[in-house]
């Protein structure tokens, strides 16, 4: 984890290592959200459904529960 300070206009500068390694140039768009008193910023992507593959465990299968629990309604 890297600290960084703020400038004098709220300005972060984000590790060169950071920058190289999520392609941020100068210019480039970063989305910012802040939840549960954290603040993200968010590097584009160049395909969203591709990076979030993989995110979510395959385990436990939310789609085999629910299709268990209908199953035992049906009984």
Known sequence: MSKVKTLAKGQV???AEM??????NPGT???IME???I???????EDPLKAAQGSLP???SL???LLRERR????
Do not use: F, N, T, W
């Open 13 to 15: 500068v984000i590790p």
């Open 19 to 24: 920058r190289r390694k999520y392609h941020i």
């Open 29 to 31: 768009e970063l989305q």
């Open 35 to 37: 939840y549960g008193g």
């Open 39 to 45: 603040i993200y910023l968010i590097p584009p992507m």
């Open 58 to 60: 395959s385990r436990p």
């Open 63 to 65: 789609a085999g529960q």
């Open 72 to 75: 035992s309604d049906y009984k």
